[in-house]
């Protein structure tokens, strides 16, 4: 028998999750006639986060996938809290993650003359009335889980009554809390969202679009899924925190009979040592604990494009988490390893002392200097080398010496030779120490024939550091950022008087001045590069041409699970 032919293997692809699989069958099926349409609605109340950015790609991957269209609409209904900036802000994200929503940008608000028709349909049709109980009496009334609710008084109102309200409520005849317009489904379904639900009330709010046009404003659930329908969306594809609104969402659609979209729910994003409430989002804004939405430390992508993340690290993100129907926790190492492992194969790599010790090469001629060839990226071939300066006098990361070493510290200490990185062996003959007995400079010689850091005699050293020339070295303003919460769920707080605010890392942001190679003093903002053994790092907005400001998007390794392991 011939074998097979094993230069071409078949093809195993991978398992569709099951919102790709639930598109497919539909497609199988010609459920809606071969069309694939999503959208991607967020409420513009605040910047987008790293949970949002799954729910872009899922919305517009599985449209792109199947040839089909995703729209971008705004869910403006709650006047109060939006706001221009935020939608601005939003479109820019979602061009910056790499998707384009082309002509198809829409907002809740165009449809709201609609919706009105739709509440008056309702009406007509007794399935709304205008109740006027307090607010508070409404939440009350309905009941508990195990109990049914109470039907309002109001409740069997006139048509006529109802629509006459109703009319009066959108001419601005009351005040707000005084009536809303709410469905008349059933005090006693197991749904609860289905006693009753609010679908308008009164607010004397100008909103960012329609102005003071309106004073009457529908609730998100009466909104979205007409929004949807309006717009002949196939597949309605949101987080799981929606699926007990489900049900809401099919009654308004099969009562006004229009087109009913499916929705269908995934597990959101969640990361650790971080949160995904826009409200506590905007309370770290607003408190000043960070300088904004795009504070390098947020978890906006607005903050993690400003951090140096790539759009490609973190569409790789929402791809290996994948789509489920279970919500977990994902670990910010997960995140972070996937910009290692981009700028590993792209980034420059540079050398900057981040907390210099002088170093004074006592057998290297005075006034003298010279260039040495450095590879830029050892993982990219392409990249090619540049030439770094070299004189008598340098600077070593202070760390990098110990003047009374342990057994185990391999770097620098008194008559030990190490390698400096693309130059010669060093080794430390003495130590310089001001009145206060601390190490200012440290005097060391240098083996001229180990030029390229190889000995001709075959000797090995145990370390290599980085350096930069001291007198041809550049200052660079370094912001060393770190997780935003010292504990990886903050909401976890050891008793009940605790708040997630205690979880606060108060070290999550260090700036120190560094001393760099004389290549970086032109880097422009959004260069990234790796600052060798101290991890990668990227220009910030901040920047000028009299201070480079780099902010540093991620370790060389996850410095936190090494320190739970000493623990």
């Known amino acids: 028998m011939k074998p097979p032919n094993m230069s071409e293997p078949e093809a195993n692809p991978e398992p569709l999750d099951f919102v790709r699989q639930i598109v497919e069958d539909d497609n199988t099926s010609g459920k809606w006639q071969g069309k694939v349409h999503t959208r991607f609605p967020p409420e513009p109340n605040g910047y987008l986060h790293v949970g949002h950015a799954k729910a872009i790609c899922l919305n517009f991957g599985i449209a792109a996938e199947n040839g089909g269209l995703c729209n971008l609409r705004f869910d403006d209904t709650n006047p109060e809290k939006e706001d221009v900036e935020y939608v601005e802000s939003i479109k820019e994200d979602i061009r910056w993650l790499g998707f384009d929503w082309e002509d198809r940008l829409f907002f809740a608000s165009d449809y709201f003359e609609q919706l009105y028709e739709w509440a008056e349909q309702l009406i007509r049709d007794e399935k709304a009335y205008v109740c006027s109980l307090p607010l508070e009496e409404i939440r009350s009334g309905r009941g508990t889980p195990s109990e049914p609710g109470t039907d309002s008084p109001f409740r069997t109102r006139s048509v006529a009554d109802n629509l006459d309200l109703f009319h009066r409520m959108r001419a601005g005849e ?9 469905a008349k489904i059933d005090m006693s379904h197991q749904v609860m969202l289905l006693r009753d639900p609010i679908m308008y009330r009164i607010r004397k709010v100008e909103h960012h679009r329609t102005g003071d046009k309106w004073c009457i404003y529908p609730t998100y659930d009466f909104t979205h899924g007409q929004s949807d329908s309006i717009e002949g969306i196939t597949h309605s594809i949101c987080t799981l925190e929606f699926e007990n609104r489900r049900p809401l969402y099919d009654w308004y659609c099969e009562y006004l009979k229009i087109h009913h979209p499916q929705q269908i729910e995934f597990n959101r994003l969640n990361l650790t040592y971080t949160l995904m409430s826009k409200r506590r989002l905007l309370e770290l804004v607003n408190s000043g604990f960070v300088s904004g939405w795009d504070d390098p430390r947020m978890p906006t992508i607005s903050g993690l ?5 790539t759009p490609q690290s973190i569409r790789n993100l929402c791809a290996t988490v994948g789509v489920t ?17 981009e700028l590993n194969q792209t980034a420059d790599r540079r050398m900057v002392v981040l907390d210099p010790l002088k170093v004074v090469i006592t057998n290297y001629p005075e006034g003298e200097s010279e260039e040495l060839d450095a590879v830029n990226n050892p993982e990219d071939a392409s990249a090619g080398s540049r030439k770094v300066p070299f004189g008598r006098e340098l600077f070593i990361e202070r760390e990098d010496f110990m003047e009374d070493p342990p057994r185990k510290f391999f770097r620098l200490g008194p008559e030990r030779e190490v390698r400096l990185r693309w130059a010669y062996f060093l080794k430390c003959n003495d130590v310089v120490k001001n009145d206060a007995g601390e190490i200012t400079e440290i005097h060391c010689t240098y083996d001229v024939d180990t030029k390229g850091g ?52 108060q070290d999550s942001l260090k700036t120190l001045t560094a001393q760099a190679e004389p290549s970086l003093a032109a880097a422009e903002a959004g260069y990234r590069c790796q600052f060798e053994r101290k991890g990668y790092f990227v220009v910030d907005q901040d920047s000028t041409t009299d201070e480079r400001v780099f902010n540093r998007i991620v370790t060389l390794k996850d410095a936190w699970a090494r320190a739970k392991k000493k623990k």
């Open 174 to 182: 009351f005040e707000e809390g005084e009536h809303v317009l709410r």
């Open 454 to 505: 190889n000995a001709p005699d075959g000797r090995k050293v145990k370390a290599t550091l980085h350096w930069v020339s001291a007198a041809e070295s550049v200052p660079l303003t370094v912001r060393l950022y770190d997780h935003l919460f010292v504990t990886e769920d903050p909401d976890d707080t050891e008793d009940e008087s605790g708040s997630w605010q205690d979880n606060l890392n």
């Open 305 to 309: 494009r400003r951090r140096g993340y």
């Open 325 to 341: 129907k279970h919500n977990a926790v994902t670990d910010m190492v997960v995140l972070e390893n996937q910009i290692r492992e």
